[in-house]
Each structure stands twice: as C-alpha cells, then as structure tokens.
C-alpha cells in the first residue's frame, strides 16, 4: 500500500537534500538561459534558424558526454559538481560585462554557448548519480521522482522569470539572476559530503586509463538491453519532443500567436505547471513499479499533445494544452532517470548517466532541423513533425526491446 507521506522521509537524508537544491538551482538557471538566449537571438537577428542554431549550440560540445562521465566515476562528485557549477557562472558573469560595456555580438553569445556547454556537460552524470548515491537503493526510484520535481519546479519558474526579467529590464537584468542562481547551485553543493566515487570499495577505476574507463561503460550498457533502450529511448525524445518547448516556443509565440516575451514566459511557465503536478504524482509513490510499460506511454501522450498543440492559434487554449505536454514531459524524465539508476551498478552510475547526456546530442541536430522546418514552412508543419517522429520511433523501439517495454 502507497503511504502519502512516507516519500517525503527522502529528505531526512542530508546529503540528498544538498544535491536536490544544487540541482533544482542550476536547472532554474539554465532554464532562464535559455529563454533569455532564443529571445535575445529572435530579436537581433528575427532568424528562426538561428533561434534553433544557438540551443544547438548550447548542447553542441556534449559529444564529450562519455568522457565526462568516466571523470565523474574516478573524482568526487560533489567536488565535480561544485566546480562546474561555479564555472558556469563565471560564463554568465561574462555575458553581463559584455553586455554591460555594450560589445556584446552575435557571435561572442555563440562562442560562449559553446565554450560553457563544454563545461555544463560534466554537470549531469556528477548531478544525477549523486541522486542514487545519496540514497539507499528503496529509496532511488523515489529520488529519481523528486529530483525530477526539482527540476520542474525551476522549469516552472525559470522561463518565466526569464522572460519577464527580459522584458523589464533586458538581457542585463535577465543575466544578472542568472548568473546568482549558478553561484547558489554551485554554494550549495560545497555542503554534500558523499563523493560516490568508488562505492564498490574497488580500486580497478583508479587503476586503468580513462580511455579504458569509458570503453568499459559501453560494453556494460550495450550487454542490458533494458539500459540501451532506455538510453535510445532517450536519443529519441532529444531529436523529436524537446526540440518543441526549447526551439519552437519561441517561433510559436512571435509568428503563431503574436505575443512578446512575457507572453513566452508564460506559455513555458504552463509547461511547467503541467511538468510540476505530474512529478508530485509520482513524487508520491514510494515505489515505481512497470517503469519501461510507464515510459513508453508518457512518450505516446507527450507527442501526442504536441500535434494538438500545432492546431491551435489561440494564446489560453495552447497554454491550457501545453499543461497536457509537460505533463508528458515530466512523467518521461521520472521514468528515464529510475531506470537507468535502478538498473546500473554504482560504479558505473556516473557513465550511464553520461550516455544519457550523450543522447542530448541528438538535441543539437533536432532543433537545428526544426528550426529550418520552421523558417521554412511554418511552426505548426514542424511540430506536427516532431509528434509524429517520437510517436513512431517510439513505439517502434518497444518492439525491438521486449525486456525495455516489459520493466
């Protein structure tokens, strides 16, 4: 019998509850960034291609996902994650003085998307596994769940702020919070104390080359089939559903709906509303059972909301929708991130987690190619893409993958 209360007993363990504000910061940061840039960029440049350009450009140096993920598994996380963290803000910091002395051109927002994504990816196999290392393993399914609430939470506020930050008092202002909130996250992590490095007790990880530490994590995915599907369940929904929130919000509101910043924010913001009650929901289930069956139907419904989406020109009803799609969204990630913590061993943890970051990649090539489709033809023509591809390669990975749909 489920028990109301007792998931939230997760934050009796202190170092958790370290690692859940670090991470909920941070993501509320990245969030406002994110806004904040495909705004900035829309407005210099009114390119929808460019708007897909620069979130593609945020995400472009996760090719070095593996790697970071074999660091995270021979260092100590929280001290990983800590640094990280601040590094990310001395990036943000950069963007305000240049924005600030009035020098700041396209390409400077460029180079420096690319230069922080660099860093940014090693914030996600540190973050994530200390999710499961700070918990015993009953309680990591219910981690996952409130982690991902975490996030939600600042995907719920972030854009928002964001875009209203953006709007009152322009990119300064809007960079300001950002960069406060990356200094927090990485403050707040100085107070974990659990490394998660070698929780196996073995010494082989310190031993043998990163190159070897890598290698290794890819034979032990590749040998669970249901860590492998969930990891190209993962490349899926990179390249098809997250394109529509991060690179087709934005040409959404401008062209579709003819609304102004704040108006994205707040469409983003009933995103979030729908991303935040759905992670209460299974917040509050003490244990996640039928995780592949659960994944595979949030997928489903996710994309299916973002082809109803397209159909709409009016502003109330596509937020009203939009609660259904982050409703969607936020289910996927819970499911996504207890399966790969549930099915890994500790030692691997921080490379599993990495290849997830590695699947963000996909993200790179997605919202490249829906902001073409977008400039091209229209908005509602690209989501309608988007929809429709996660829906089939979605359904059509549960049929190759019997253990993965069957967890």
Known sequence: MIRAGAPLSVFRYRDFTFAWGSTSLVTMGTQME???????????????????LISAARMGMNIMAL??????????????????????????????????IGQLETWHIFVIAVIAGMVRVFQMPAAQSLVADTLPSERINNGAAFNNLGRNIAMLLGPLLGGVLFNSFGAKGAYIAIAILYFLSGWVALYIRSSGINVSGSKTAESESVLRTMIGGLKYVKSHQILWATLALALIIESSG???????????????????????????????????????????IRDLKHVGKFMIASVVFWHASIILFATSESFYLSMAI???????????????LSSMLSNSLPEFRGRVVSLRSLAIYAFAIGSMTSGFMAGLWSAPIAANVVGIMGIVLVLSLAVVAPKFRNS
Request: glycine share 10%.
């Open 34 to 52: 994110a806004v904040v840039l495909g705004w900035f960029i829309l407005t210099l440049t009114d390119s929808p291609f460019l708007v897909g």
């Open 242 to 284: 997250w394109t529509f929130h991060t690179t087709l919000m934005p040409i959404f509101a401008k062209n579709v709906l003819d609304v102004d910043s704040t108006g994205l924010g707040l469409l983003l913001f009933a995103f979030g509303v729908g991303a935040v009650v759905a992670s209460i929901g299974w917040a509050m």
């Open 67 to 100: 790697f970071a993920g074999a660091v995270a598994d021979r260092v100590p996380r929280h001290h990983l994650l800590a640094i990280v963290e601040f590094l990310m803000t001395a990036f943000a910091v950069l963007m305000l003085v240049l924005i600030m």
């Open 322 to 336: 939009l609660t259904l799609t982050g409703a969607g969204f936020a289910s996927t990630q819970v499911f996504l």
